[in-house]
């Protein structure tokens, strides 16, 4: 009898189903040969602070650095009662039992094929101390032919050290980092009640969005200038643009201007006609973050982290491979796999005739394949979805299929017309789209700009000139989707374009300098939302006030610096790949912890409260925007700064609010607040004043039900993840 391990009930169920076995009892299957049981992600966690020593139970800023002499694991807890998780528990007994059962020969690991499935796994058998072999399953797909021509090509779960190693190396990495610097910063920075994350995947990512704000807010509008002609003869019309030296924007618009008067109703000729038929083909086959910013960037009500679960439960359902991947392209051992699976997808569309499998290395490419191959549908088609599961596996099918479909052609078309006995050439470009190509599948838009018919030679007038001011546009916040390939990319920028064809852009991926992991990415942008260091403005993601401080005041500039985050992630790889060892890895985190402790030890204290630096605001609720003050650009009373925008906060009839509302902001403290009211008070000019200046502010003889007054210490504050505010009692005082 062997006991398979599984990461999850329902990846347990699918190799129960492969096996053909039926019998389910209390925490596993069982069959003729095999024990099937299962894990839940993570039964087991490191130890906090606070096991290790009853001192961590108190933080205080004497006590860090704390660094374990080992590190110890116990069974995981229940984060909202801190107890032990007693689901955990029982089926951890349940696997131990299974184990050591005296007809069990041998224990195979089936959690996924990546750092943290090989430590969920080892660190159980660690814990367990198992003695008996055990063997590991390496599936990229849950169906049944996998999982039985899997089992019967298991390894020694030895062979996959390197991997545990670097598994182990992220974790006991991330708690050394974030135990250690996150107390440190709050003790030093965070004021009362206020916790500052640190994270060594959170601040490199958080300095990106800060840097892209600056980089708007300094940035310099500069205007310049487009001269636009008319030409047109009979029933013939068409534009053309003002073009010297192949530049069509000017910064002397009286240049332009004076060519504008020279050419007024002067005959031109079409001295050039060019027609290119250009092809274009698919982009490269989904990797998670291509997929997470596809699909976030394509449709409302998407964030890179729902579309991981998403991507996750159609993998367990078996309709895709492990989506968890860096790889765009297919390893050439998948070459049948990947022809099998398209003649079975494309059975009954209407251009099935158009699609033929062939190997290119655009898809097939092993030397491009770190770890996991490309995502890609498998055999077993989806009956029954929800809208959102729906989206993202058709995304994923389409873009298998439109690899072996024809690719679209393009006709462009350029004239080049001069303004007869003159220099002055105007540029018209049009564009048709000839032949659709792969773009029937992935319902692409096209649009065309339809020149009329005409040939070179033709004479026609000059009318309607046109001088056009323009402005030059700040770079654009981040999205989701353009943060996941930054970050996938260590800050490198690449063109829209570009993004997968790009021979550079797949070896900044493969060179393996990224921040964090395809697995880890979505989890990062979301922890910066619940942290309070970013907020998003419809799709973009703006900094806070509260994430500018962090990234201004924490001395240790190693954790926003991409070059070392970057080369922190690429020695997690080298370590997989064995090129490292873990304990050199380790050693050199836990003298960085030692050093930035220090740092932020000698560092002047800073108390965390609203800062001038310009921040970026939420948007506030539809019900709030509409009955905000309309507060009128007069000379007014300045109460304080914005705490998001750094706008002046005035008074207004129903509340106090922020001038920077023009440009967005929704920042307002009501007259009215319940959380005031129920006290008897009532918010006043002079409380605004002092909560503005120093974050927090105090309420004098509140009368309470035994009838014995007190004073106390509130702040106003964000309610976690919502875009409004509340009054919140940090201290209670009693009145003597």
């Known amino acids: 009898m062997r006991v398979i391990i599984a990461e999850k009930p329902s990846v347990a169920k699918n190799i129960a189903d492969a096996l053909k076995i039926k019998k389910r009892c209390d925490g596993y299957f069982e069959g003729e040969d095999y024990l099937i049981t299962w894990a839940f992600g993570h039964l087991l966690e490191l130890f906090d602070a606070k096991d290790y020593d009853e001192k961590m139970k108190i933080w205080r800023l004497e006590n860090f650095p704390f660094i374990p002499p080992s590190f110890e694991y116990k069974v995981k807890e229940n984060k909202l009662k801190k107890v032990t998780d007693a689901g955990a528990k029982k089926q951890l007994k349940c696997i131990k039992e299974l184990i050591y059962r005296k ?28 003695k008996k072999p055990i063997y590991r399953l390496l599936l990229n797909e849950w169906t049944e032919k996998e999982v039985i021509k899997g089992l019967q090509e298991i390894v020694p779960n030895k062979q996959l050290k390197p991997l545990q190693d670097a598994g182990i190396s992220r974790q006991h990495a991330d708690w050394l980092i974030g135990i250690n610097l996150t107390s440190a910063a709050t003790l030093k920075y965070g004021g009362k009640g206020q916790l500052l994350n640190v994270g060594r995947v959170l601040l490199p990512t958080l300095k990106m969005i800060y840097d892209r704000d600056i980089e708007i807010e300094n940035f310099k509008q500069e205007p310049y200038y487009k001269l636009a002609a008319k ?36 005959e031109a000729t079409i001295t050039k006609k060019e027609v290119v038929e250009k092809t274009e083909y698919p982009q490269s086959l989904f ?11 394509k449709y409302q009500g998407f964030t890179s982290d729902k579309v991981l679960g998403i991507a996750q439960s159609l993998y367990e359902k078996k309709h895709i491979t492990y989506p968890r991947t860096a790889s765009s392209v297919l390893d050439e051992s998948l070459v049948d796999k990947a022809k099998s699976v398209l003649y079975t997808l494309k059975k009954g569309l209407p251009f099935e005739d158009e699609i033929r499998f062939t190997v290119s290395k655009k898809v097939f490419n092993s030397k491009k394949v770190e770890s996991h191959s490309a995502i890609i549908p498998t055999y077993i088609i989806p009956k029954q979805l929800t809208p959102q599961e729906e989206k993202v596996y058709l995304a994923i099918r389409n873009r298998f299929i439109a690899q072996f479909m024809p690719p679209a052609k393009v006709e462009e078309t350029i004239l080049e017309t001069t303004v007869n006995d003159t220099d002055y050439v105007f540029i018209t470009k049009g564009k048709i789209q000839k032949e659709l190509g792969y773009k029937k599948v992935e319902q692409e838009q096209t649009k065309d700009v339809i020149l009329p018919n005409v040939d070179k030679g033709l004479v026609l007038n000059t009318e309607d000139a046109i001088v056009a001011e323009h402005k030059t546009k700040p770079p654009a916040p981040y999205t989701e989707k353009t943060l996941l390939r930054a970050m996938e990319t260590c800050g490198k920028q690449f063109k829209e374009e570009e993004q997968k064809e790009d021979s550079e852009f797949m070896e900044a991926i493969l060179s393996g300098f990224s921040i964090g992991t395809p697995a880890t990415r979505a989890e990062t942008i979301k922890k910066l939302n619940t942290t309070e260091y970013v907020m998003m403005q419809k799709k973009n993601i703006r900094c806070t006030s509260k994430g500018r401080y962090i990234i201004e005041t924490l001395p240790v500039k190693e954790l926003m610096d991409l070059e070392y985050t970057g080369k922190l992630e690429k020695t997690l790889q080298d370590i997989e790949k064995g090129n490292i060892l873990k304990q050199e890895f380790l050693e050199h985190i836990t003298n960085f912890v030692t050093q930035a402790v220090g740092a932020i030890k000698t560092q002047r204290s800073i108390a965390l409260k609203p800062i001038n630096s310009t921040g970026s605001a939420a948007p506030a609720k539809k019900s709030e925007s509409k009955t905000k003050d309309k507060i009128e650009d007069k000379k007014r009373e300045v109460l304080g700064k914005c705490p998001l925008c750094g706008e002046d906060i005035v008074e207004g009839t129903k509340g106090f609010g922020c001038m920077g509302y023009k440009k967005g902001c929704k920042f307002v403290i009501w007259k009215e607040m319940p959380d005031l009211s129920k006290y008897g008070k009532k918010v006043t000019k002079t409380l605004v004043k002092t909560l503005l200046k120093n974050g927090e502010a105090k309420l004098k003889n509140i009368n309470t039900q035994d009838g014995k007054p007190i004073d106390l210490l509130v702040k106003y504050t964000r309610e976690p993840l919502k875009e409004t505010y509340k009054f919140v009692i940090i201290e209670q005082q009693n009145v003597l």
């Open 231 to 266: 030409f047109k003869k009979d029933d013939i019309s068409y534009e053309g643009t003002y073009t010297e030296e192949k530049k069509d924007k000017f910064e002397d618009k009286v240049y332009l201007e004076q060519i504008r008067d020279k050419i007024k109703d002067q």
């Open 103 to 130: 007809d069990t020969e041998a224990v195979i690991s089936a959690c996924d094929y990546d750092r943290e499935g090989q430590i969920i796994a080892d660190i159980i058998f660690a814990y367990l101390k198992v």
């Open 287 to 297: 990797n998670l973050s291509a997929l997470q910013g596809y699909i976030t960037s």
